[in-house]
């Protein structure tokens, strides 16, 4: 689908500099590029996205998205940056920002989380283009879980194991485990502009699902899942 000139679609990337779990993780090498650079450089292909920034509280995060190709216009204030701090406080201090700068009002708005590193331009466009065609509040990707179906989660109740939600079927195997079961990928969000701007929310009403393939589903928070794959820096 060819992007709609009087359609006005904003893509934001937020990368604030003080993460905990892992110092700096937003810029860290990932086979020699800043991880920060492999959703940069997917956003940039969209066909969909007609505006694309990065909202950084961090002048070195703000050069290496500059480098990367992404516009980084400001620094974002403290109150935004915080641990306390939401997404959804600072992707609206993004819209804010650039509605005021350009004077014009958008209709979509797209989150792109960088510690998502996979994802393609296809993904991006594909859930973009979902929003726009149903008309539904939110399109986040989401993924399929296998080895921690619901099903498999306990609970501890006087020192016994027992079923947190689903009845587990003694021995079942995986494959058996019904119904399918999906978790937020934390990778992408389209939202209709309003839904976040006035509601403040991401998900919680009219969500529907884009379903990443589980060779795309990679979230870099950890420092144990850098040091997986820091041979890849070798």
């Known amino acids: 689908?060819?992007?709609?000139?009087?359609?006005r679609i904003l893509g934001v990337t937020l990368a604030r500099g003080g993460s905990k779990s892992v110092p700096r993780k937003n810029i860290k090498p990932i086979a020699g590029v800043p991880l920060i650079c492999y959703t940069i450089t997917e956003?940039?292909?969209?066909?969909?996205?007609?505006r694309y920034i990065v909202s950084t509280d961090d002048a070195e995060i703000q050069k290496i998205a500059i480098e990367c190709g992404a516009n980084a216009p400001f620094l974002r204030p403290s109150e935004f940056s915080t641990d306390e701090a939401s997404s959804v406080a600072a992707m609206q201090h993004a819209v804010n920002w650039i509605e005021d700068q350009e004077g014009v009002k958008y209709d979509y708005v797209v989150e792109l989380m960088c510690t998502n590193p996979l994802k393609t331009v296809e993904d991006i466009d594909s859930s973009i283009e979902k929003l726009i065609l149903t008309g539904a509040d939110s399109?986040?990707?989401?993924h399929q879980l296998e080895d921690h179906h619901p099903a498999r989660i306990?609970?501890?109740?006087?020192?016994?194991?027992?079923?947190?939600?689903?009845?587990?079927?003694?021995?079942?195997?995986?494959?058996?485990?019904?119904?399918?079961?999906?978790?937020?990928?934390?990778?992408i969000y389209a939202l209709q502009r309003?839904?976040?701007?006035?509601?403040?929310?991401?998900?919680?009403?009219?969500?529907?699902?884009?379903?990443?393939?589980?060779?795309?589903?990679?979230?870099?928070?950890?420092?144990?899942?850098?040091?997986?794959?820091s041979s890849l820096n070798e």
């Open 154 to 187: 306990k609970k501890i109740v006087n020192d016994k194991i027992v079923d947190f939600c689903i009845p587990e079927i003694s021995e079942s195997r995986r494959q058996d485990l019904k119904p399918d079961a999906y978790v937020r990928s934390g990778s």
């Open 139 to 142: 399109v986040i990707a989401i």
């Open 43 to 50: 956003a940039l292909k969209s066909d969909f996205i007609t």
């Open 194 to 229: 309003d839904y976040l701007m006035i509601d403040g929310k991401r998900y919680g009403a009219d969500d529907r699902p884009y379903i990443l393939p589980s060779d795309r589903v990679i979230n870099i928070d950890t420092k144990i899942f850098l040091i997986g794959i």
């Open 1 to 7: 689908m060819d992007k709609e000139k009087e359609i």
